[in-house]
């Protein structure tokens, strides 16, 4: 399942950051402020981050049924963050968007490398906050159920051992840091010292076979010298 990212404006720049967006593997929904209205419910699309590109003098200047619209996009009690791009970064424009629910103001020119690394921190901060709330940890398009112990990839729900589920659930607590051997064998087995790590290598190897094998975009990865990690190159 891919990130899902709304792009709302029209020209030139719009454009570019789609077709970068899109080279980065997320899926864009690229829409005008014109067509908020016409545009499907928000909740429907499952959207991730939605990007605004606003070059008038400020946000109180628009039509207001604009604004209605884009109320109806950023509430709802929906944790979708928001990120605005203008021209006109005056400390009283971005006071208004912030103030209006943006979490996150960009001023043009900018380098795209920059749009790239705000928006990864944008997605990180939010799906946190969302697992804190649901108790889910998401992972590229594996979500892992702190609650229910219930693991799904893409949608479709995978069957684990309890000690298959136990060593993917301390990876995904600790998604894109490198766990090493001895770490998993104390917090997942009980174990304080590393007595035969062999057994760790073993469960991983059973792990990719469900998690990973077949699928495009592996998640398990061996830290040669150190363990393994759960990777979410987002």
Request: aromatic share 6%; proline share 3%; with cysteine.
């Amino acid at each position: 399942m891919k990130t899902v990212i709304l792009l709302i404006g029209a020209g030139e720049q719009i454009s570019i950051i789609h077709d970068v967006l899109c080279a980065e593997g997320y899926e864009v929904q690229r829409v005008d402020w014109s067509e908020l209205k016409q545009s499907v419910e928000p909740s429907l699309l499952h959207i991730n981050l939605i990007i605004l590109v606003d070059r008038e003098e400020g946000s109180t200047h628009r039509d207001p049924d604009q604004i209605v619209e884009l109320k109806r996009w950023i509430d709802k009690g929906q944790v979708i963050p928001l990120l605005v791009i203008t021209s006109n970064a005056s400390p009283q424009f971005i006071v208004e968007w912030l103030d209006y629910g943006a979490n996150d103001v960009m001023e043009e020119p900018f380098h795209l490398t920059v749009l790239l690394a705000r928006i990864r921190n944008l997605l990180r901060v939010f799906t946190n906050a969302t697992q804190e709330g649901e108790e889910v940890i998401v992972v590229h398009d594996l979500k892992v159920n702190l609650r229910s112990r219930r693991v799904n990839r893409a949608g479709e729900y995978l069957t684990l051992t309890p000690k298959e589920y136990e060593l993917l659930e301390f990876l995904a607590l600790h998604v894109n840091e490198a766990c090493t051997r001895s770490d998993i064998l104390r917090e997942v087995w009980g174990y304080e010292y590393a007595m035969d790590t062999n057994v760790v290598d073993v469960y991983i190897k059973h792990l990719r076979v469900k998690v990973d094998k077949g699928r495009s975009v592996k998640l398990i990865h061996t830290v040669r010298g150190i363990g393994y990690m759960l990777h979410d190159k987002n």
